[in-house]
């Protein structure tokens, strides 16, 4: 099958799954949820279509960590906020915002719809809405379109193989290895709480298990341009 490969690096991104108003949480890697978000932007569907936004819930997805970023965490304040039971108002609540610093990622995902494919990779080009890595503040360094981002193998070996994403630093050492994730077909791996099942007005959320492995770092160029 083939498999449409995004780049998502940026200064600032968060993948969180079990986020509440006063803590934002950040997973590792990208999350389905927030790729799923991310494609309907491009796409221009609304968050309550879930018509539209379920076929993008159906494409296998795989992750690898071309850089891991580093685990932060912000403090903000909120003033006048009412508690869930409208009993009573906070006057100021502090309030943490879990990402990951410096991070690179080579997002992928596959369905045997070619047109379909073609579809997201165009609107990844030109999105409708403003594209975020996890948040609307947290904005990509670099474009998340590539153009030679369809590829007609596999999403292990395309991820495998694809060129390494991040640019190399004077001081950096480039690594031996890289984690990749994908989503499990038999059931086995662990558990992540973010297959959507309903449109993101509803938030409902199901399982699904990724399993994680260390490949090779792929050979050829270490960058590639826009």
């Known amino acids: 099958m083939p498999t449409l490969l995004l780049r998502l690096v940026g200064p600032m991104q968060s993948w969180g799954t079990t986020s509440r108003f006063d803590q934002r949480d950040t997973g590792k890697e990208p999350s389905k949820s927030g790729l799923v978000g991310l494609l309907a932007a491009a796409m221009g569907i609304d968050r309550e279509n879930w018509s539209d936004l379920e076929p993008l819930t159906h494409l296998s997805l795989g992750v690898r960590h071309d850089r891991a970023g580093v685990p932060k965490r912000d403090y903000q304040t909120a003033q006048h906020i009412i508690s869930a039971d409208r009993s009573k108002i906070h006057e100021t609540a502090v309030t943490t915002r879990d990402y990951l610093a410096d991070a690179a990622f080579l997002v992928g995902v596959e ?48 991820l495998s193989r694809f060129s390494w994403i991040a640019t190399q630093r004077p001081w950096e050492v480039l690594p031996e290895k890289l984690l990749m994730s994908l989503e499990s077909e038999d059931g086995s791996g662990v558990l992540r709480m973010d297959q959507p099942l309903s449109s993101f007005a509803e938030r409902r959320f199901g399982a699904r298990f990724v399993r994680s492995e260390w490949i090779p770092f792929p050979q050829g160029v270490t960058h590639v341009s826009a």
């Open 111 to 158: 369905t045997e719809d070619d047109a379909f494919l073609e579809r997201l990779h165009a609107a990844l080009r030109d999105p409708v809405w403003p594209l975020a890595l996890g948040r609307k503040s947290y904005v990509p360094s670099e474009p998340i379109w590539m153009k030679n981002a369809i590829q007609e193998v596999p999403l292990r070996e395309a």
